[in-house]
Structures are given as structure tokens and as C-alpha cells.
């Protein structure tokens, strides 16, 4: 049997991790070969990898997306890229946002001339819904313009561009996907449900920025893999889909629910200031994908958010050296805030 050789980019990392273990695993494609290239930089874990490490379909690339000689080699070598080597916290990219710039806008530009040059079958780049802006009601859909508001989110935009042009330029086979708010196990804990559920397991306060209803929908690492997946295997050249989790909730709320799951009270509770240009409310409309792809969130929140907790629970030696590195400290301490969190 032939099989496709996929390069994943940021492998290594919360979400891309995920879909490296779901397609090597034992209830993932047996047609598909996967090589990680990935950089390492503080969000990423070799651990998140163990897994699926010893598989023969699988390979490890350490090496960077704007390295020019590293892409073209690999991308050489596979039928498949699926993007999602990115700076991806707000916070950061508020403090200092030339990586973001880099990684985010010119290491897509770098695999897209190498996708190009190689012929690549079919390149997924991976996206969020931030790059549409806050919207007031109703849900943001495919067509509507892109309207970022912060470093991080104007770099992805920037890249789905990019990304998009390739296609209308040039003809290749870009599909780009555009996801809201991820959760589950093994997310590096500066986003806003691993941090508060890794403070409150250790007796900690926890952040809520302003006056905690900024809104956002929130999606089970599960279901945003098999939407990629769907994508990949489904979808159309030059097309654009969002994967939604289809759960709305304020921050306020979704604090109450992690307090109660974990045990605490809302005296663990400390308000800060808002972010800068925090956008109040996200939410995507993933119907094009259900119609097309046959795509629908199955987790529920409830079950997946309490699994996520025992997750947490059950594996402090994959988070607890992470929190006693450096890397949580740097946004807090340049943007003036206690704990910095992503949501």
C-alpha cells in the first residue's frame, strides 16, 4: 500500500501534537506517514510526542519553518503539508511582536515558495478565528472580511493571505482552516484553562482580565483534529473553513465552571487589568463545513472540560516543569499584568 507522506509543521506543539498522535495512532489512517518539523521553542514538548515516537510511520525534524534549506528538503520529500507552526499567544505578541511577524507571515511564506517549487498535493494552513475581529452577535462566516486586532491575530491573517494567493496566483492546492478557541490536555499553561486549572490544583489565584465577559466558543482538541483532518482529505483547493466548538461562554462562566470542576471558590478569583484592544467576542459560523465535510463538534463541554482537569490532575510531571520556567514570567512582567492569560 502507498502511503502519503505528510509534513506537519509545529508537530511538536498543543494542537499539532494532538494530530500527529491521532493520525499514527491506533485508530488513525495505516496509509499515512508523518515527519514533525518543528522548533522547540518554549510552548512545545518532545513529551507531547512519546506517544507515537516509536512508530515507523513517524520522524522527527528539529529545525525552523524560516530556514529556507531545512523546508525545501522536507517539503521535497512529501506529498502533504498541514501548517501549524505559529507564535500564538496575544499577550506576547502585544509585549514583542517581531517573532510573530517572522515565524507567523515569512516562515509561511518560506513553505508555500517550497510547496510551489516541489508541486506539493495539497498544503492545510492552519488558522483562528481571531483574524475576523470581534464581532457583537451572530457568527463570523468564510466570506467575511478579516478585521484583526492584535499583532498575533494580524500575522495570521496576514498568512492566510498569503497562503490564499498561492492558490489564485499560482494554482496551488491551499486549504486554509480557521478554528475558535481550543482546549484539552497537553496545552501549554499560559492559555486560560490549562493556567487557571494548574493555579487552582496548587491552591493558587487566578487571573480574569476586566470585568470577565469578554465571550468566546470553545473547541475540543478532538473535534478540531478531525475537522483538519476532514480538510485535508475533503476539502477544496482555495477554500476557507472554520472549525467551531458550538460552546458559548463568557470568561466569567467558563471561570465558575473550572472553579466548581477543581473545587475552589471565587476567592481564588483575582480581577486584573484588561489587555490591550481585547476583543470581546468571537464566534464562527462552521456550517460550510458540516455541509461540505460532513464535519459537527461531538464533545460535549461538560465531559470534555472535567476529562481535561483529570488530565491536568493525573500528569504534573508534564506540566509542573513548565510553569517553574522562565517562559510564563516574560509576558506578565513587560505587559504589567499578574499571570498573563490567553482567552
Excluded at 93 to 122: C, K
Excluded at 327 to 335: D, E, G, M, N, W
Aim: hydrophobic share 35%.
Amino acid at each position: 500500500m502507498s502511503q502519503t507522506r505528510i509534513l506537519v509543521t509545529g508537530g511538536a506543539g498543543f494542537i499539532g501534537s494532538h494530530y500527529v498522535r491521532t493520525l499514527l495512532g491506533p485508530f488513525g489512517p495505516d496509509d499515512v506517514s508523518v515527519t514533525v518539523l518543528d522548533a522547540f521553542t518554549y510552548a512545545a514538548s518532545p513529551a507531547s510526542l512519546d506517544e507515537v515516537s516509536d512508530s515507523p510511520r513517524f520522524r522527527l525534524v528539529v529545525g525552523d519553518i524560516r530556514d529556507p534549506d531545512t523546508v525545501d528538503r522536507l517539503v521535497a520529500e512529501h506529498d502533504h503539508v498541514v501548517h501549524f507552526a505559529a507564535e500564538s499567544h496575544v499577550d506576547r505578541s502585544l509585549a514583542s511582536s517581531a517573532e510573530f511577524v517572522t515565524t507567523n507571515v515569512l516562515g509561511t511564506h518560506v513553505l508555500l515558495d517550497a510547496a510551489l517549487r516541489h508541486g506539493t498535493q495539497t498544503f492545510v494552513h492552519v488558522s483562528t478565528d481571531e483574524v475576523y475581529g470581534s464581532i457583537p452577535a451572530g457568527s463570523s462566516s468564510e466570506e467575511q472580511p478579516l478585521n484583526p486586532n492584535s499583532p498575533y491575530s494580524a500575522s495570521k491573517a496576514s498568512s492566510d493571505l498569503i497562503a490564499l494567493a498561492y492558490h489564485r496566483s499560482h494554482g496551488l492546492d491551499v486549504r486554509v482552516t480557521r478554528c475558535s478557541n481550543n482546549y484539552g490536555h497537553h496545552q501549554f499553561p499560559e492559555k486560560i484553562i490549562p493556567l487557571f486549572v494548574t493555579n487552582l490544583l496548587d491552591g493558587r489565584k487566578v487571573p480574569l482580565y476586566g470585568d470577565g465577559l469578554h465571550i468566546r466558543d470553545w473547541l475540543h482538541i478532538d473535534d478540531h483534529v478531525r475537522g483538519i483532518e476532514l480538510v485535508r482529505t475533503k476539502g477544496r483547493a482555495g477554500e476557507v473553513y472554520n472549525i467551531g466548538g458550538g460552546t458559548e461562554l463568557s470568561n466569567t462562566d467558563l471561570t465558575a465552571l473550572l472553579l466548581q470542576t477543581c473545587g475552589a471558590s471565587w476567592d481564588a478569583v483575582e480581577y486584573v487589568a484588561d489587555r490591550k484592544g481585547h476583543d470581546r467576542r468571537y464566534s464562527v459560523d462552521w456550517s460550510k463545513a458540516h455541509v461540505e465535510l460532513g464535519y459537527k463538534p461531538q464533545k460535549d463541554f461538560t465531559e470534555g472540560l472535567a476529562e481535561t482537569v483529570d488530565w491536568y490532575r493525573d500528569n504534573r510531571d508534564w506540566w509542573e516543569p513548565l510553569k517553574a520556567g522562565p517562559a510564563l514570567a516574560v509576558p506578565a512582567a513587560r505587559t504589567g499584568t499578574t499571570g498573563a492569560v490567553a482567552c
